[in-house]
Nanobody, 124 residues
Framework: QVRLVESGGGLVQAGGSLRLSCAAS????????MGWFRQAPGKEREFVAT????????SYADSVKGRVTISSDNAKNTVYLQMNSLKSEDTAVYYC?????????????????WGQGTHVTVSS
């Protein structure tokens, strides 16, 4: 059974930082590309960042580019999202997701597996 478990969310002041983690089990980590998405109240789920299965390339949404870094540790089956200079508009539930490694995609519907999400609240 595939499980993706996010952690690291919380309440932070604007300008602060958070590091989200996503621990994967039940899948061969190196056969999936990993992504982070977020969903704010009343809004659709949106792409944040993605990383190739070998960590070789990354992609970011324009709204977070320069403030967010996605990374992975295949030995730990874990993907991270380092978020700096947080803004109130970053407040959302953040989800980790996995997609087959032959797909390079920012579309949520393409991702096969999802975590339960972790809440990030940025106070201004």
């Amino acid at each position: 059974q595939v499980r993706l478990v996010e952690s690291g969310g919380g309440l932070v002041q604007a300008g602060g930082s958070l590091r989200l983690s996503c621990a994967a089990s039940g899948l061969t980590f190196s056969t999936f590309n990993m992504g982070w998405f977020r969903q704010a109240p009343g809004k659709e789920r949106e792409f944040v960042a993605t990383i190739r299965w070998n960590g070789g390339s990354t992609s970011y949404a324009d709204s977070v580019k320069g403030r967010v870094t996605i990374s992975s540790d295949n030995a730990k089956n874990t993907v991270y999202l380092q978020m700096n200079s947080l803004k109130s508009e970053d407040t959302a539930v953040y989800y980790c997701a996995a997609v087959a490694r032959h797909l390079i995609t920012t579309i949520a519907a393409d991702y096969a597996y999802w975590g339960q999400g972790t809440h990030v609240t940025v106070s201004s």
